[in-house]
């Protein structure tokens, strides 16, 4: 099976994404990954949704669905086009003092950010391709991780 991240730029009315989900979901795809936010126009929404797809016909009929429905503006499948692609992880972590300097040390190898320290509780922020945030993840595995929270995807060409 294949990730496709498509962008969708949409007039921010009510309903959009509603409908835009319905098209995936009728025709039996899961989506792994959602972000929506406003563009510098604040009348312009982008939406990047990431699926993954067995066969290639029917992702380019929800495609060629999606340009129809009257609040798309574009339609944009990023898979087989040069782009770039982050996602944000913000990670509380269960991190005793005795353990700050192993922590700072992890968080140097990988590129991530200590933006909070309570007590015991540490957390890290990471921007990053997936395979990055894996491997953070992994990295971070010798402390005892409290909470996880990750935006989807968002890609640009």
Same mark, same amino acid.
Request: charged share 30%; net charge positive; aromatic share 4%.
């Given at each position: 099976?294949?990730? =496709?991240?498509?962008?969708?730029?949409?007039?921010?009315?009510?309903?959009?994404?509603?409908?835009?989900?319905?098209?995936?979901?009728?025709?039996?795809?899961?989506?792994?990954? #959602?972000?929506?936010?406003?563009?510098?126009?604040?009348?312009?929404? !982008?939406?990047?949704?990431?699926?993954?797809?067995?066969?290639?016909?029917?992702?380019?009929?929800?495609?060629?669905?999606?340009?129809?429905?009257?609040?798309? #503006?574009?339609? /944009?499948?990023? /898979?087989?086009?040069? =782009?770039?692609?982050?996602? #944000?992880?913000?990670?509380?972590?269960? !991190?005793?003092?005795?353990?700050?300097?192993?922590?700072?040390?992890? #968080?140097?190898? !990988?590129?991530?950010?200590?933006?909070?320290?309570?007590?015991?509780?540490?957390?890290?922020?990471?921007?990053?391709?997936?395979?990055?945030?894996?491997?953070?993840?992994?990295?971070?595995?010798?402390?005892?991780?409290?909470?996880?929270?990750?935006?989807?995807?968002?890609?640009?060409?």
């Amino acid at each position: 099976m294949m990730k =496709h991240t498509i962008s969708v730029i949409v007039e921010n009315k009510f309903g959009v994404l509603a409908r835009i989900a319905g098209l995936f979901s009728a025709r039996g795809y899961n989506i792994s990954s #959602l972000a929506v936010s406003e563009t510098n126009d604040p009348n312009v929404s !982008c939406m990047t949704i990431v699926v993954e797809a067995e066969d290639e016909k029917i992702l380019e009929q929800i495609k060629k669905q999606l340009n129809r429905l009257i609040d798309v #503006l574009t339609v /944009t499948d990023f /898979t087989k086009k040069d =782009h770039v692609e982050r996602e #944000l992880i913000l990670i509380k972590l269960d !991190c005793p003092a005795k353990n700050k300097a192993k922590l700072e040390n992890a #968080l140097d190898k !990988c590129g991530a950010k200590l933006v909070r320290r309570q007590a015991d509780i540490a957390t890290v922020e990471f921007t990053g391709e997936q395979a990055k945030i894996k491997g953070l993840l992994e990295e971070l595995g010798q402390f005892k991780i409290k909470e996880l929270v990750r935006t989807g995807k968002i890609a640009i060409a």
